[in-house]
Nanobody, 121 residues
Framework: QVQLVESGGGLVQAGGSLGLSCTAS????????MGWYRQAPGKQRELVAA???????MYADSGKGRFTISRDKAKNTVYLQMNSLKPEDTAVYYC???????????????WGKGTLVTVSS
């Protein structure tokens, strides 16, 4: 019913920049929040950044000062601009959205399939 599609992953050298985007589509009444998570090999999935419907943002310490999350509400799209990338940023990055499909619904989490970001040293 709701689909999230990410784009923008790839290979970049340490110190470089990369921008990710994610667009939600389908039967969407409203989106409470959107965010980015990442999962590196052998590690748990962790939240990178999130943005709520009112524009409030939150960043994990790992990306604070280097990453910027933004959104285009009209397009149901969230962006993650990553600067000064480090090898430890290498991970599969997943888009998440807490979506209400109807006025009576509580928010439910939907996930994209992920996009791989590889940062070489």
């Amino acid at each position: 019913q709701v689909q999230l599609v990410e784009s923008g992953g790839g290979l970049v050298q340490a110190g470089g920049s990369l921008g990710l985007s994610c667009t939600a589509s389908g039967s969407i009444f409203s989106i409470d929040a959107m965010g980015w998570y990442r999962q590196a090999p052998g590690k748990q999935r962790e939240l990178v950044a999130a943005i709520t419907s009112d524009g409030s943002t939150m960043y994990a310490d790992s990306g604070k000062g280097r990453f910027t999350i933004s959104r285009d509400k009209a397009k149901n799209t969230v962006y993650l601009q990553m600067n000064s990338l480090k090898p430890e940023d290498t991970a599969v990055y997943y888009c998440n959205a807490r979506v209400r499909v109807g006025v009576r619904d509580t928010g439910m989490d939907y996930w994209g399939k992920g996009t791989l970001v590889t940062v070489s040293s």
